[in-house]
């Protein structure tokens, strides 16, 4: 086993610099892009194209040495001074070319790279104003990551309000060099919903352009109500609300990939290729059999009729990523599930930054090498085959 383990990453994000809107939009449509503004210690204001709402700010605690062990943040935390907030971001985070390092350092080849407070997109009701937006975030990740290195796979955005202009910016996109678009795991209830006939030609396109559908949990509608969210971090309160918190993003992924299998999306486009990140990656053969099941003992009441068996499909052309799950190893070496990718979820508090190289050698360092570069760097290269291998003289 080699002292220092490579690996791409199919999970990572990228942090929007604050100015980015006013710097490229009108003022008008630029005031109505997702901001955050900060309230108090503890919370924070969404506004996104008219609405508002407030989340609470993770709290600033000092974290005991004990935590921070735990959480494999002992390196952050001591730099830190043991600020919780300020263990958030490594060097890089918002500097491309500084991130390259942290990169090198953690031994991370490639990433996909997700947005951040993009991730409230999803909200904006104006058309025109999310076709804009889309297109100034598109151009700002090819300057910032496509033109800076190969290494950087960073997720177009597209506009959900319009089937047509979502077809256009993912044309644009695919010129530009992008080889990856951002889908949301659902859409706004006033929108047809991806398995609608409507937007037949979107996964046409993309699979005639060979772009791969990128999923990210937490990336459903939020519901609001009495001006609070209940999603991107926020559903459950109480005891065991930061776990049952959790565990609930990884729900709307399911749910997500079993629409792309059942509904025949992916049946009708065997060259498409979705990656579910941050999700975790052993769930995939539970959902194969139970949707094979219903398959075949609902069979009377099954439409559309598949080509192939829904875990055919499913195995082949949905993969997912996971940090730090011991279980997702074991769906590929025990469930024969191939498609597990590692992720580090770089620069969030839930990735592996700090640890990287000690989270992989515990996942890999009792299983063969042929399982653990599968996982480290062979099912993203499938999906981005351009990013190549890490030079052999890296250490
Ligand atoms: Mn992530």
Redesign the pocket.
């Known amino acids: 086993m080699p002292t220092k383990i490579w690996a791409n990453s199919a999970?990572?994000?990228v942090m929007e610099p604050e100015g980015l809107w006013k710097e490229r939009m009108p003022a008008d449509l630029a005031d109505r892009m997702p901001r955050s503004e900060k309230i108090d210690e503890r919370t924070e204001r969404i506004h996104v194209d008219g609405l508002s709402f407030e989340r609470p700010l993770p709290i600033d605690p000092i974290i005991s040495e004990e935590d921070m062990e735990f959480g494999g943040l002992a390196a952050r935390g001591r730099k830190a001074g043991g600020r919780a907030r300020d263990l958030f971001y490594p060097p890089g985070w918002n500097d491309p070319h500084r991130r390259l390092g942290d990169l090198d350092h953690e031994g991370i080849w490639a990433e996909i790279q997700?947005p951040s407070i993009g991730l409230w997109n999803g909200l904006i009701r104006d058309p025109v104003l999310y076709r804009q937006g889309v297109k100034v975030f598109n151009d700002w990740l090819k300057e910032a990551f496509v033109d800076v290195s190969p290494r950087y796979v960073p997720a177009a955005e597209i506009s959900t309000r319009s089937v047509e202009d979502a077809l256009s910016e993912v044309q644009r996109v695919a010129d530009m060099g992008f080889k990856a678009v951002n889908v949301a795991v659902e859409l706004p209830s006033d929108v047809a919903p991806w398995y609608a006939k409507e937007w037949e030609p979107f996964w046409a396109a993309l699979q005639d352009l060979g772009l791969v559908v990128a999923s990210?949990?937490g990336s459903a509608p939020p519901e609001i109500s009495e001006g609070t969210a209940n999603t991107l971090g926020v559903m459950h309160h109480g005891p065991g609300g930061a776990v049952r918190n959790y565990v609930e993003h990884c729900f709307s992924v399911q749910r997500f990939a079993t629409m792309m299998v059942s509904s025949g999306i992916l049946d009708t486009h065997p060259g498409l290729r979705v990656l579910v990140?941050?999700g975790g990656a052993s769930w995939i053969p539970f959902i194969a059999d139970r949707m094979t099941e219903a398959y075949r003992q609902h069979g009377v009441f099954v439409r559309p009729k598949l080509s192939r068996l829904p875990d055919e499909i499913i195995y082949e052309q949905v993969y997912a990523s996971f940090q730090h799950d011991r279980s997702a190893v074991q769906a590929y070496t025990g469930m024969g599930y191939k498609n597990v990718a590692w992720?580090s979820?770089y620069p969030?508090m839930e990735?592996t930054y700090g640890h990287t190289q000690k989270t992989l050698h515990e996942l890999f360092d009792d299983v063969d090498e042929a399982t653990r570069y599968r996982i480290t760097q062979g099912a993203f290269l499938e999906l981005f085959p351009h990013v190549g291998e890490p030079p052999g003289d890296l250490q």
Request: a negative charge.
């Open positions: 999970d990572a994000h997700y990210h949990i990140s941050e992720g979820d969030h990735g």
